[in-house]
């Protein structure tokens, strides 16, 4: 079974960079989408950004649209979010899941498998 591990946040000043990780565990080759979700707190997760497994197509949640690019190593297995021009509004817990596919905003629906730890994001001076 694939287990997702994200990694890569922490804390960064509003207009700073991270880029946060997504590294697929027991399996060699993953050519299933995947997207990135966060949540805030009191507020619900929502996706933000997928990639789909075969062309690497992306899909933005429009708040992020232009400042966080997704994107996968040589080998698939890993799947990054490069986020540039952070908000203190980005602040969230950052999850990474499989899709069914990416394309459009429905690609959020649902996921395959459960979530992880999550990964946080603090954006604050």
């Known amino acids: 079974q694939v287990q997702l591990v994200e990694s890569g946040g922490g804390l960064v000043q509003p207009g700073g960079s991270l880029r946060l990780s997504c590294a697929a565990s027991g399996s060699t080759l993953e050519s299933y989408a995947r997207g990135w979700f966060r949540q805030a707190p009191g507020k619900e997760r929502e996706g933000v950004a997928c990639?789909?497994?075969?062309?690497?197509?992306?899909y933005y949640e429009d708040s992020v649209k232009g400042r966080f690019t997704i994107f996968r190593n040589n080998r698939k297995t890993t799947v990054h979010l490069q986020m540039n021009s952070l908000k203190p509004e980005d602040t969230a817990v950052y999850y990474c899941a499989r899709v069914p596919y990416c394309f459009g905003p429905s690609s959020f629906h649902r996921i395959h498998g459960s979530w992880g730890q999550g990964t946080q994001v603090t954006v604050s001076s």
């Open positions: 990639v789909t497994g075969r062309d690497n197509s992306a």
